[in-house]
């Protein structure tokens, strides 16, 4: 059984910045991110699911038009970590954001989706 667990959301003004943190929780086992494309989604309230940044399993990455030249993905294979840098904050990128294995091209209306890929549970990111 695989858990994603996300970490560094909070409250920042625009402008600001956060790091939000992707990684296995403690009954995991057996699970490398870099063994699996890894990518991160958010979820307004309203709003459908939206595909933020994600990473192919051979260290292909790519941003969604909106956050490009503002987030960074990355990854520390020895901390088995996927990170999600934020800078120049805007309102708009205030939502929940899911870290997901193994659902690069997913497309759909909610996150987490019913079934498809490993999810985390989301962490809140608030732009005032």
């Known amino acids: 059984h695989v858990q994603l667990v996300e970490s560094g959301g909070g409250s920042v003004q625009a402008g600001g910045s956060l790091r939000l943190s992707c990684t296995t929780s403690?009954?995991?086992?057996?699970?490398?991110?870099?063994?699996?494309?890894m990518a991160w989604f958010r979820q307004a309230p309203g709003s459908a699911c939206e595909f933020v940044s994600g990473i192919s399993t051979i260290g292909t990455t790519s941003y969604a038009d909106s956050v490009k030249g503002r987030f960074t993905l990355s990854v520390d294979n020895a901390a088995n970590t996927v990170y999600l840098q934020m800078n120049s904050l805007k309102p708009e990128d205030t939502a929940v954001y899911y870290c997901a294995a193994g659902a690069l091209g997913y497309i759909g209306a909610k996150c987490p989706p019913d079934f498809g890929g490993y999810w985390g549970q989301g962490t809140q990111v608030t732009v005032s």
């Open positions: 403690k009954t995991t086992s057996k699970f490398a991110v870099r063994d699996n494309d």
